[in-house]
């Protein structure tokens, strides 16, 4: 078989051959030519599409070319990926040249096949998946995108392969990354065929070392997700986030590991958020969550955004003050998110559950208390104060000169009163607390009262000064 040399530009490579199969291994020709990997990245989402450039990402040298001819020579080249997932294949970037003169559009374009194969343990191709007749331009030293019909599934390793279509036969060049460094890294992963028959490059060539520039357009979904242990939770309670993102484990498509940053909405961004995170917000209110995931490639970064929502509820702060109105204290609730109320007043009457409740003590010291709940259930407070409840000294001493008869009274009874307590007033109740009479107290120090109305039994007399009870005593009542 023959073998024809070519010169670009002055440089040659010197020619090595070697026998396998009787096969003659093919001699490369160095293009003096850089090549220049595309790495204008567009940024997309969930559904992405990158030509992955693995034999590029390899190259170490200056790119080699060959001659292919189908009669005499090499019939189709092959380069295999390893995979294993769910992405379709709609076309491939090919270095293939019609010249070597490097100018665009001086030979006229040939029709090729373009073919997906399944491939085996030693990466050579087997069954066709799928092809599609193409047109190759003359581009000059640059790559061209041909494209599938319809998109190709695959869910394993593959092989991409560029053939001369036998009906159109044709002479063009096929490149290579650089064989004289070993560019292949020994991954036998590219292939040719003469006269029909499959061979691989590294094993049946003695090791002929590199790939082909042969690059799939593939599609792949790529989605973004995490979980919340709740999406409400009360103030100081904290959320667990767990990033449950499938990535690809596939090296050769993807040159750098995805990576994750969660946004919590409250000014804080984890970042990288690889596998769990916990959080506490220190304050109440909505907080929009957002992951955003990036998947890396050759010439298409792939982000993915998954937002979600948190919700931090208020709980409850427990205050209240008072002010006084004679025996009686009127107290305000000044409580933050309350949505119930407990009053203990300390003087073991009931607890009262109104907001603002009006409350009347003996004398002394009270240690009143309000306990809070809020509307969600978080939390219950508490907060106490201490009222006191007192007269002045001369009220003490105005009480020992109040006398009341005669008793047990009959059809009235006298109440002696000193002048302390004038322009206050005198209240008959029964043991229920039910007033019956309520006699004002003008300047007079003896004060009848009738008891007509007024059923046999014990009834209490209170006098009230200023606002304030002053004075109460038990009396009997005998009709």
């Known amino acids: 078989m023959k073998k024809a040399y070519i010169f670009i530009l002055s440089f040659f490579i010197g020619i090595t051959v070697i026998l396998a199969q009787n096969v003659v291994r093919p001699h490369m020709i160095t293009i003096d030519q850089p090549y220049e990997l595309n790495k204008n990245f567009n940024n997309k989402t969930a559904n992405c599409t990158d030509t992955i450039r693995y034999p590029q990402s390899k190259l170490t040298g200056l790119v080699e070319a060959d001659t292919m001819d189908i009669s005499t020579y090499l019939g189709a080249v092959s380069q295999a990926y390893y995979y294993s997932g769910n992405g379709t294949i709609i076309g491939l970037s090919a270095y293939v040249l019609l010249d070597l003169d490097g100018i665009v559009g001086n030979s006229p374009p040939i029709t090729m096949t373009i073919k997906v194969y399944n491939i085996d343990a030693s990466n050579y191709p087997t069954t066709m998946i799928d092809s599609a007749v193409v047109q190759v331009i003359d581009v000059g030293f640059k790559e061209q995108t041909l494209m599938f019909n319809s998109p190709i599934a695959v869910t394993d390793s593959f092989a991409i392969a560029l053939e001369i279509n036998p009906a159109f036969p044709a002479n063009p060049y096929y490149i290579t990354n650089t064989s004289a460094n070993s560019d292949g890294n020994s991954e036998t992963l590219s292939c040719v065929t003469y006269l029909g028959i ?282």
């Not at 040159?255 to 959080?279: I, K, M, Q, R, W």
């Not at 006398?403 to 109440?415: D, E, G, L, R, T």
């Open 198 to 479: 499959w061979y691989n490059a590294f094993l049946d060539f003695g090791g002929w070392d590199m790939d082909l520039m042969l690059a799939p357009i593939f599609t792949e979904n790529f989605v973004s997700s995490y979980t919340l242990d709740t999406n409400t939770v009360c103030l100081e309670d904290s959320v667990l986030f767990t990033n449950t993102t499938m990535p690809h484990n596939n090296s050769m498509f993807h040159p750098s590991v995805n990576t994750y940053s969660l946004n919590l909405g409250d000014l804080t961004v984890v970042a990288p958020f690889d596998t769990n995170y916990t959080h506490t917000y220190g304050s109440s209110g909505n907080y929009s969550v957002d992951l955003t995931a990036t998947q890396y490639g050759y010439t298409t970064n792939c982000i993915d955004n998954n937002a979600s929502s948190v919700v931090v509820l208020d709980t409850a702060i427990a205050n209240f003050g008072f002010t006084q109105g004679g025996v009686s204290f009127m107290f305000y609730d000044s409580s933050l998110y309350a949505n119930s109320y407990s009053w203990d007043f300390g003087d073991s009457s009931p607890l009262d559950n109104s907001q603002n409740p009006v409350h009347t003590f003996s004398i002394g010291n009270y240690q009143v208390c309000l306990t809070v709940t809020d509307t969600f259930g978080c939390n219950s407070n508490t907060f106490c104060d201490l009222v006191t409840f007192s007269v002045k000294i001369d009220d003490y001493y105005a009480a020992d000169y109040v006398k009341i008869y005669p008793i047990p009274a009959n059809k009235y009874f006298n109440v002696i009163i000193p002048n302390n307590y004038f322009d206050g007033k005198m209240i008959i109740t029964d043991v229920l607390g039910q007033q019956l009479k309520s006699i004002a107290i003008e300047n007079q120090e003896k004060v009848k009262i009738l008891t007509e109305g007024i059923a046999s039994g014990v009834y209490f007399v209170s006098i009230e000064h200023n606002g304030v009870r002053v004075f109460t005593k038990r009396i009997i009542i005998d009709r």
